[in-house]
């Protein structure tokens, strides 16, 4: 397994203010992913960041919505802009070690009033 | 695309019971198989996998094992404890992303 921390754990942010997520682990990984779970839902993935090149979007999510950096194999940020409340979620990143799984952070939960 | 299709919640059961937790799914090509745990107020942990079919993924008591022919992965332990309340989460994934189901919330009671 790996450590993976999150910063922060969790904020209530004002409508159409951006905050910015860091998700840190212990050791060098490839691939690193932010997904969002919405109050009572399942995991939705927003976008895949590797290193060195500009992170990929699933259907629905937007760079100027969630911009992300991915500055090295150790370290990413997903930054929620211009939030609404509809973006109160959890949002988690995890790394993929091997070939099938997948470590999550203890996610940071996000309140927007 | 890919799917997973759980079975609805929430469940609850007294101490000692046998659990079940249904999980069937729809994939191109075969995907790697996934149950996660989620206990109150923490993260998400990985609880087991299952690579290729006919494998048997098992960890705590809980098992699953990859039915190709059916498409399921069920998650069952034949003795709950209050401890293993929590929200379930079945997944697949391929070379990338993990798919996930909507959650199965677990509550035992003594």
């Known amino acids: 397994s790996a450590v993976i921390s999150q910063k922060p754990s969790r904020d209530i942010c004002q409508r159409g203010t951006s905050l910015t997520i860091q998700c840190q682990v212990d050791s060098q990984v490839t691939m690193m992913f932010w997904y969002r779970q919405q109050p009572g839902q399942s995991l939705t993935l927003i976008a895949t960041a590797n290193q060195g090149s500009e992170a990929t979007y699933e259907s629905g999510f937007v760079i100027d919505k969630f911009p992300i950096s991915r500055p090295n194999l150790t370290f990413s940020t997903l930054t929620v802009s211009n939030m609404s409340p509809e973006d109160s979620s959890i949002y988690l990143c995890?790394?993929?070690?091997?070939?099938?799984?997948?470590?999550f952070g203890p996610g940071t939960r996000l309140t927007v009033t | 695309g890919d799917s997973v299709t759980q079975m609805e919640g929430p469940v609850t059961l007294s101490e000692e019971a046998f659990l079940t937790i249904n999980c069937t799914y729809t994939a191109t090509g075969y995907p790697s198989l996934f149950w996660y745990v989620q206990y109150p107020g923490e993260g998400l942990q990985l609880l087991l996998k299952?690579?290729?079919?006919?494998d048997k993924g098992s960890n705590k008591g809980f098992e699953a094992t990859y039915r190709k022919e059916t498409t399921s992965f069920h998650l069952e332990k034949g003795s709950v404890q209050v401890s293993d309340s929590a929200v379930y989460f079945c997944?697949?994934?391929?070379?990338?992303?993990?798919?996930f189901g909507t959650g199965t919330r677990l509550t035992i009671i003594p």
């Open positions: 995890s790394i993929k070690r091997d070939s099938y799984e997948q470590y």
């Open positions: 299952a690579t290729k079919a006919d």
């Open positions: 997944a697949l994934g391929g070379n990338e992303k993990l798919t």
